[in-house]
């Protein structure tokens, strides 16, 4: 069963422009992460943020967490045509065993020339 | 540096064949997983395995089979190949329920 949700369901904006993707999941997590697949491809890790935690950086891109609204956002900063992906949150459970790892349905982002 | 190799890339099977889609990884990882992906499903867990001679069933087990006779290696077996099956299939392997590294996938139709 899935934990996590991403809202939108796909997202179009102007090459430059700031994306913002949202994950809201059911129950307590240990951590909750974010991958990229790109059309065709495997998917690849960007950031791993853990329930103690609020917010994380990496590069271009910002995380934050609230735990308290069982929610996370992804947001990606002077988005560039290369950003055209696919994005999922997963999260795994406190106390989850070793297939804790569960999937979002993703959003599908789309960036504009 | 392969990282993760799976292999065929594309594969179209009758229902009722059986084949192996094969994965394998050099990173050293004791943790390896197979998941489906589906159009609006996500991803899926179908097995998942913590170390050699060590596997376990996820969230979609029925009509596959796995088995982890080394550390590099992790084979998805179907049995008896169903409409059902077709999908996309992935395999992963990092640290358990954390930074996984996926292959590029195998494309499954069953007719």
């Known amino acids: 069963s899935q934990q996590g949700e991403e809202d939108p369901q796909a997202l179009s904006i102007q090459e430059g422009e700031n994306a913002t993707m949202n994950c809201s999941y059911k129950?307590?997590?240990?951590?909750l992460q974010w991958y990229r697949q790109n059309s065709g491809r495997g998917l690849v890790h960007l950031i791993l943020i853990r329930s103690n935690e609020r917010e994380k950086h990496s590069g271009r891109l910002r995380v934050t967490l609230d735990t308290s609204k069982k929610s996370s956002s992804l947001l990606i900063t002077a988005s560039r045509a290369a950003d055209t992906a696919s994005y999922f949150c997963?999260?795994?459970?406190?106390?989850?065993?070793?297939?804790?790892?569960?999937f979002g349905k993703g959003t599908h982002l789309i960036i504009q020339p | 540096n392969a990282g993760v190799t799976q292999t065929p890339k594309f594969q179209v099977l009758k229902t009722g064949q059986s084949m192996t889609l094969q994965c394998a990884q050099d990173?050293?990882?004791?943790?390896m997983s197979w998941y489906r992906q589906d159009p609006g499903m996500g991803l899926r867990l179908i097995h998942y395995?913590?170390?050699?001679?060590?596997?376990d069933q996820g969230e979609v087990p029925n009509g596959y089979n796995v088995s982890r006779s080394t550390t590099e290696d992790f084979p998805l077996r179907l049995l008896s190949a169903a409409p059902s099956q077709t999908s996309v299939y992935f395999c992963?392997?990092?640290?358990?329920?954390?930074?996984?590294?996926f292959g590029s996938g195998t494309q499954l139709s069953v007719l």
């Open positions: 997963a999260t795994v459970p406190s106390g989850g065993g070793a297939d804790g790892l569960t």
């Open positions: 990173m050293n990882h004791e943790y």
């Open positions: 992963a392997t990092g640290t358990t329920n954390e930074k996984l590294f």
């Open positions: 395995s913590v170390g050699a001679g060590i596997t």
């Open positions: 129950t307590s997590i240990n951590n």
